[in-house]
């Protein structure tokens, strides 16, 4: 574990309608943080979308970063459906991912291991990602453009790696929490939204130049509704913050039609 004296962890979860991801998550997070021998100040800001648009889970990390950037030095942007077994999330001078075992390969739905999809771990830059504010704002944070799945995360690595911004990784352990996954059908092969962003992901970066215009610069959002999370109990409860947003934008039409809505 890196020095992680005076320096305050906000930890951004994108969610909507995973709430048995929820309630075993927030009480991971706060025994995992209670057990350290090096205690990290540690906030948890679960952003919520609203229904009635596709998940657009690079807005969400970027309203999560953007409510607790004043509070915090860097941040941790953190799937729900993964709990910490062996993790280091101190202090990260660099983009760093710490996921490893528990994400080599996860099946499309519940009860379904023979039908897998693999993750390249050596590039991947999602899962449990730390950012450094200051890397997060050069950046521009998540493009805003992806609904329904991906592929904001290759975006996002992308956005790293164009400007040359050295990166690092921790091979941390967690457990992963098996879901219906919207970027495969039950056959493993991609989804219909998969493909029509993975179309919008080569436009955008067709000219091998960084996409301008899009992220934290250009993001609108209105918050409904600031809740604390008191699944871990009441003495952390102040640590776990869901807030509630409507997004600004809207999907392209064929992000509409290809992606559920929830």
């Not at 229904?51 to 969400?60: D, Q, Y």
């Not at 993964?82 to 080599?104: H, K, M, N, Q, R």
């Not at 991906?150 to 690595?157: H, V």
């Amino acid at each position: 574990m890196t020095d992680t004296a005076g320096r305050r962890l906000n930890i951004v979860v994108p969610y909507r309608d995973r709430e048995a991801h929820l309630r075993r998550f927030v009480p991971a997070i706060a025994a995992w943080f209670a057990g350290l021998d090096r205690p990290i100040d540690y906030r948890v800001t679960i952003v919520e979308q609203d229904v009635g648009l596709p998940f657009n889970r690079g807005a969400l990390k970027n309203i999560g970063f953007l409510l607790g950037e004043r509070t915090s030095d860097y941040t941790c942007l953190h799937d729900v459906d993964y709990l910490p077994l062996d993790a280091d999330y101190s202090w990260a001078e660099v983009p760093t991912p710490i996921l490893w075992y528990g994400a080599e390969r996860r099946p499309v739905a519940p009860g379904t291991s023979d039908r897998t999809v693999t993750t390249d771990l050596d590039s991947s830059m999602g899962g449990v990602l730390l950012m450094p504010n200051a890397v997060m704002r050069q950046v521009d944070g998540y493009s805003n453009a992806y609904w329904g799945w991906g592929f904001e995360d290759f975006d996002f690595s992308l956005r790293i790696r164009a400007r040359r911004i050295p990166t690092d990784r921790r091979k941390g352990r967690f457990e992963p929490l098996d879901h219906e996954n919207d970027g495969f059908t039950p056959d493993a092969a991609p989804s219909e939204i998969a493909l029509v962003n993975r179309q919008l992901f080569q436009a955008l970066w067709s000219t091998g130049s960084i996409p301008k215009g899009d992220g934290l610069s250009t993001l609108t959002y209105n918050v409904l509704e600031r809740r604390l999370c008191d699944l871990a109990g009441e003495a952390v409860a102040d640590r776990f913050q869901i807030v509630r947003v409507r997004l600004g934008h809207r999907p392209r039409p064929d992000q509409l039609a290809a992606a559920r809505t929830g």
